[in-house]
Antibody, heavy 121, light 109 residues
Framework: QVQLQESGPGLVEPSETLSLTCTVSGGSISTYYWSWIRQPAGKGLEWIGRIYDSGATTHNPSLRSRVTMSVDTSKNQFSLKMTSVTAADTAVYYC???????????????WGQGALVTVSS | QSVLTQPPSVSGAPGQTVTISCTGSSSDIGAGYDVQWYRQLPRTAPKLLIYGNSNRPSGVPDRFSGSKSGTSASLAINGLQAEDEADYYCQSYDGSRYVFGSGTEVTVL
């Protein structure tokens, strides 16, 4: 079965760039859409954006200017970079696989276990 | 701030039925986009519970059922069990981004 694992620094200084990588195992990264979703402590979920194996991306309009995503099909990995972070970006960041359906009918399954990223000096 | 509105908490005794509502707008649920439901146990990642408004992935008990009407959706948990204590989130699409509900904490009395 497909498994996802996030990795990256757990502490980022304000105004710096947050970088995370999601490694996909047990299946190919090809064909599917792959998303980043975050959850501040005690709060709800926020979709950040998604990337296809071709490298095509779609972002949450509220975060678009700060977010860059990339994919490395040879390593079965995809990555997230978020610039100019503030304390408000402190959250658990999840990677998840999007279903092969039309955009309006897409679900996320499975999810990675999550990576806590704290923005602090 | 979540786009989809859910009650903060619901509770019920073992064996009872609880229902969680998810209210959206004409831009998301009301636009015909599907609703999904996820369950999140403490300190774990969300897990898909219902997809396509009312479909259960393999392995999800038939005690869980979903429905959608107009700009709202609902998740029903029949025969409530202690292991159902968790946070539940609905999810849909608004034409440009995926949106989630505010989350509902289910407590088994």
């Amino acid at each position: 079965q497909v498994q996802l694992q996030e990795s990256g620094p757990g502490l980022v200084e304000p105004s710096e760039t947050l970088s995370l990588t999601c490694t996909v195992s047990g299946g190919s990264i090809s064909t599917y859409y792959w998303s980043w979703i975050r959850q501040p402590a005690g709060k709800g979920l926020e979709w950040i954006g998604r990337i296809y194996d071709s490298g095509a991306t779609t972002h949450n309009p509220s975060l678009r200017s700060r977010v860059t995503m990339s994919v490395d099909t040879s390593k079965n990995q995809f990555s997230l970079k978020m610039t100019s972070v503030t304390a408000a970006d402190t959250a658990v960041y999840y990677c998840a696989r999007g279903s092969i359906t039309t955009p309006g009918n897409r679900w996320f399954d499975p999810w990675g276990q999550g990576a806590l990223v704290t923005v602090s000096s | 701030q979540s786009v989809l509105t859910q009650p903060p908490s619901v509770s019920g005794a073992p064996g009872q039925t609880v229902t969680i509502s998810c209210t959206g707008s004409s831009s998301d649920i009301g636009a015909g986009y599907d609703v999904q439901w996820y369950r999140q146990l403490p300190r774990t990642a969300p897990k898909l519970l219902i997809y396509g408004n009312s479909n259960r992935p393999s392995g999800v008990p038939d005690r869980f059922s979903g429905s959608k009407s107009g700009t709202s959706a609902s998740l029903a948990i029949n025969g409530l069990q202690a292991e159902d204590e968790a946070d539940y989130y609905c999810q849909s699409y608004d034409g440009s981004r995926y949106v989630f509900g505010s989350g509902t904490e289910v407590t088994v009395l």
